[in-house]
């Protein structure tokens, strides 16, 4: 009798161990990416807001002087989230002008591939821009 219960605790015991591991091997490969986030940059406001909360948690601005450094803290804020937007666009810019310059001076063959790499790196970086993980780079190592 005693036997009995001693074989039920075991196979009770190896069920629970079993329910356990699947758990764990579930939450590991079913693993969801985080999600998609496609928003746009914060505001120039929403800066300031935060510059300003920052200054005064963590350097102790008094509220008179928050009303006096908030006009200047929302002007160059605003300038900028300007010169930011600007240099996104200058960047940009040269960067196909660069590619595309680059590009005559290669074989067909190395054009292709060098298409290829700067299709990947762009959907790599536009990825991150949504807040996707990106997935790992692909291995050069067979292309050569």
């Known amino acids: 009798m005693k036997s009995n219960w001693m074989l039920i605790a075991l196979l009770a015991g190896i069920f629970v161990a079993g329910l356990g591991t699947g758990t764990l091997v579930t939450l590991r490969v079913c693993r969801r990416p ?14 300031s807001a ?3 909360e920052r200054m005064v948690k963590d350097v102790g ?3 008179d002087q928050v ?4 006009p200047i803290v929302d002007k160059r804020m605003l300038e900028i989230y300007q010169l930011r937007d600007r240099f996104l666009d200058n960047n ?5 002008e ?5 590009s005559e001076l290669l074989t067909p063959e190395q054009r292709d591939r060098y298409e290829r ?7 790599r970086a536009r990825r991150q821009e949504r807040g996707e993980r990106p997935p790992p780079p692909p291995d050069r190592s067979a292309e050569k």
Request: overall charge positive; aromatic content about 4%.
């Open 92 to 96: 940009r810019a040269i960067r196909q």
């Open 34 to 47: 985080p999600p998609v986030v496609n928003r746009p940059p914060p505001s120039p406001e929403t800066w």
């Open 67 to 70: 009303e006096k450094i908030r």
């Open 61 to 63: 601005v008094q509220p």
């Open 98 to 102: 660069m590619e595309r310059e680059v």
């Open 117 to 123: 790499i700067n299709r990947e790196f762009h959907e």
């Open 50 to 52: 935060k510059h300003i």
